[in-house]
């Protein structure tokens, strides 16, 4: 039974389509009865009023539907970068996803972050080319974006009918049949291939054939014989390299339009794993409805009627008023209800079992992450979904003091519903400090406060989380902590060599490397790690202005110990006081956090938009044309691209639009 279901994710750019398509999925598969469009706020999935407002996937939600006998649970992915926090917990949980890409665009800054998120969690994938009813569409020319920007080898098997307004259907290239849709009709017809493309369907079978053989051992012997792979050969080979990720099946058509959905879900049906598919990996047992519960939570919501937590369950089966164990707090909680999920409406279920994805309501203390098991089998901890670290922070209070209670409250729900979101109070000014991934996903968590929580809040303006790496080296700095008041006494000495990290370190540049090269015993080994331990203590403050300090390298080349007065906690101290010496007199520098831009502008703008970049520190580092249409790349620091989403589209009037995504730290100037 569980081989007829298919967990899923739609992944891709902002305005690539995604949730346009998961509105075709339901509307095709009987889900739901009437098609619902983006731009009119219509849709199943973008149901809270922001994303509605904004026009963009804000949260991932879940929905079902069937199709020839399997059950679908797909999950709509938000495709600005802000959010891809949302995205990797829907990972975490998938067995699989069908990649977006704009026809025209091809693949855009987030469709490449996310595929390399997908990537990082072995979720097989599908890749459909949308939108190629647009002028400029061209599917090959997408395909080969895919091909060099994700370095994945791309398997087309489909070839359109009518390029661009005159697009009507797709030649199945596995079948050799045609599928045609006629304007404003929502069904398809089957037919021979037509014969203007049939030369062009051939040898392009003749190639998808020839690059499975060399992909696929299972295939190669019968291309040799014959020269070409029957349909069942094909269609088996093209899901083995699916689900060993060695190559991606790619589809086209135009999810507005309605052309070439059917097939697409055909292939989700025939590509995509199944629960039972895939190995048990980083803990979960096999998926088996019989064995004990496993069950991982990777969302939480609180909704007008309670607390709903996510579940995707590995093994085992849950049943309402079940009691399970978590074991990331060692608590018991109890099942009240067993809800199936369609985005912001549910129905009740009595039982879920290994493969499904519900929410639960009753778990009081479940956060994202935590692993749910049966209370009465050996306990496993599931890899939770790791969070990123946030950039931006703004100060934030409640505009009238009584309500500075519901304030802390509200807070505390927002970082329960998103873990990327911090709150902290800053020790020095006493603000509360609200810490996220980007300006307009503290906008939308501001907003949720106004209208969810209803309280009205005053934000400071953002700030940007900055960092220190030392400037210079220090070489055999000999520190000495000696502490006696009475009793026990504490005595540690430690020489350390402090450098800044390089290449030759193999270390991303915020890791922190510590080593020791003490020899003869001269410090145990129990106090060399409570010197590690010091040293990553004193990184949270650097001598500059506070911030944390990051791409550092220890040695600890020598020490000496007291065979009384010697400790721990001594040698943790002499660690942590040592190193902040050493950060002093070697001096740090001040790192600021910079972002990728890509604006794309219409060629009338290109000089009011290079020159507003450069003056907010810009380096340019690629720049194209298409049609009348720049795409200007630049790396830009964070901290000067506050207010630049209005800002651009004032000097553009409307016209022009970025996306950014991550870049690193880069020296402050």
Known sequence: MRTRIRNLGILAHVDAGKTTLTERFLYLTGATHKRGEVHDGTTVTDFDPQERDRGITIFAAAVSCDWDDHRLNLIDTPGHVDFADEVERALRVLDGAVAVFDAVEGVEPQSESVWRQADRHGVPRLAFVNKLDRAGADLDT?????????????????????????????????????????????????????????EEAVRRRHRLAETVAELHPGAVEEFCAHGTLDERTLTAALRDLTLAGEAVVVLCGSAYRNRGIEPLLDAVVAYLPAPADLPPVRGEQPADPTAPLTALAFKV???????????????????????????????????????????DRTTEADHAAAGDIVAVVGPK???????????????????????????????????????????????????????????????????????????????????KLRRAHVLEVTVGRPRVAYRETPALGVTGLTYRHVKQDGGSGQFAVVVLDVAPLDDADGEDERDFVFRSTVTGGRVP?????????????????????????????????????????????????????????????????????VVEVTVTAPDSTVGTVLGDLAARRARITDSTTHADTAVLTATVPLAALFGYATHLRSRTQGRATFTTRPAGYSPAV
Do not use: N
């Open 525 to 593: 080994q129990e106090f060399v790690r409570a010197v590690e331990a010091g040293c990553r203590d004193a990184l949270a403050e650097g001598p500059l202005a506070g911030h944390p300090v990051t791409g550092v390298r220890v040695t600890l080349t020598d020490g000496a110990t007291h065979v009384k007065d010697s400790s721990e906690l001594a040698f943790r101290t002499a660690g942590r006081l040592g190193l902040r010496e050493a950060l002093r007199r070697g001096g740090t520098t001040l790192l600021e956090p």
């Open 365 to 447: 203390a479940a956060r994202t992450g935590a692993t749910l098991c049966a209370p009465d089998a050996p306990p496993v901890r599931l890899e939770p979904p790791v969070s990123a670290d946030p950039v931006v922070s703004v100060a934030i209070e409640a505009r009238l003091g009584r309500d500075t209670e519901r304030l802390a409250t509200a807070l505390a729900r927002l970082t329960e519903e998103d873990p990327s979101l911090i709150v902290r109070t800053d020790p020095e000014s006493g603000q509360t400090v609200l810490s996220g991934l980007g300006e307009l996903h503290l906008e939308v968590a501001v907003e």
């Open 301 to 343: 919501t609180t909704t007008p009627t309670g607390r709903m937590t996510y579940l995707r369950l590995y093994a085992g089966t849950l049943r309402k008023g079940d009691t399970v164990l978590d074991t990331t707090t060692g608590r018991t909680e109890r099942i009240a209800r067993i809800l199936r999920v369609q985005a």
């Open 142 to 198: 997408a395909v080969e974006s895919i091909r060099t920007r994700l370095g994945t080898v791309p398997l087309t098997v489909q070839l359109p009918i009518g390029r661009e307004d005159a697009f009507t259907g797709v030649v199945d290239l596995v079948r050799m049949r045609a599928y045609t849709w006629r304007p404003g009709s929502d069904t398809y017809e089957t037919g021979p291939v037509p014969q203007a493309l049939a």
